[in-house]
């Protein structure tokens, strides 16, 4: 069975760095993998994503600050996160479309069909 891990979250100051990763399993193929970040009271709203050529997506307000990058030898998830803002804190999570054709995009949820639980990040002032 399908299963994501993610981890590398935590707290940091107002700039700095952290790398998330997300472990895949039960799996060894996809369309397309994603993190979202979800922050309390609000919508779950994608931020990258990543296809099965290697092209990556990001949503505006990451751009130049984010990175996306998959290893697809041990199937693991990265986002690097650069330049933290308080506006960042969420919990983050990776998800994957695995044989999944429906008409959405890899920034929207619904483009996807599984889902990980997420870490924490946060990002002080």
């Known amino acids: 069975q399908v299963q994501l891990v993610e981890s590398g979250g935590g707290s940091v100051p107002a700039g700095g760095s952290l790398r998330l990763s997300c472990v895949g399993s039960?799996?060894?193929?996809?369309?397309?993998l994603g993190w979202f970040r979800q922050a309390p009271g609000k919508e779950r709203e994608g931020v990258a994503a990543?296809?099965?050529?290697?092209?990556?997506t990001y949503v505006d307000f990451v751009k130049g600050r984010f990175t996306i990058s998959q290893d697809n030898t041990k199937m693991i998830l990265y986002l690097e996160m650069d330049s933290l803002k308080p506006e960042d804190t969420a919990m983050y999570l990776c998800a994957a479309n695995i044989g999944y054709y429906g008409a959405f995009g890899r920034l929207s949820r619904e483009g996807y069909n599984y889902w990980g639980q997420g870490t924490q990040v946060t990002v002080s002032s």
């Open positions: 990543i296809d099965n050529f290697g092209l990556t």
């Open positions: 039960g799996f060894s193929s996809y369309r397309w």
